[in-house]
Nanobody, 117 residues
Framework: QVQLVESGGGLVQAGGSLRLTCVAS????????MGWFRQAPGKEREFVGA????????GYPDSVKGRFTVFGDNTRNTVYLQMNSLKPEDTAVYYC??????????WGQGTQVTVAS
């Protein structure tokens, strides 16, 4: 059974930084990607970054590019989301997810990030 556990959320002032951690267990094969998503109240879930395959290629939407970095330790099935220059609009519940054969199939429980202005 695949389980993902996120940690590292909290309250931070605008302009500050946070690092989220996601630890995956129960994976039997290397996933196509491990990604991070967020969802703010009243808004749709939004992709914020992912790390792909064994090569470590990453991808980000324009809303976070240059501020957020996804990196991982494949030997420990751990992926991180480093968030810098945080803005109040980054406030959301952040989730990590595992892409299994083209679909983000497994999800963590989420961790709250609140950015105060």
């Amino acid at each position: 059974q695949v389980q993902l556990v996120e940690s590292g959320g909290g309250l931070v002032q605008a302009g500050g930084s946070l690092r989220l951690t996601c630890v995956a267990s129960g994976l039997t094969v290397r996933p196509l990607a491990m990604g991070w998503f967020r969802q703010a109240p009243g808004k749709e879930r939004e992709f914020v970054g992912a790390i792909y395959g064994s090569g470590g290629t990453t991808g980000y939407p324009d809303s976070v590019k240059g501020r957020f970095t996804v990196f991982g330790d494949n030997t420990r099935n751990t992926v991180y989301l480093q968030m810098n220059s945080l803005k109040p609009e980054d406030t959301a519940v952040y989730y990590c997810a595992v892409n299994d054969r083209g679909t983000y199939k497994y999800w963590g429980q989420g961790t709250q990030v609140t950015v105060a202005s």
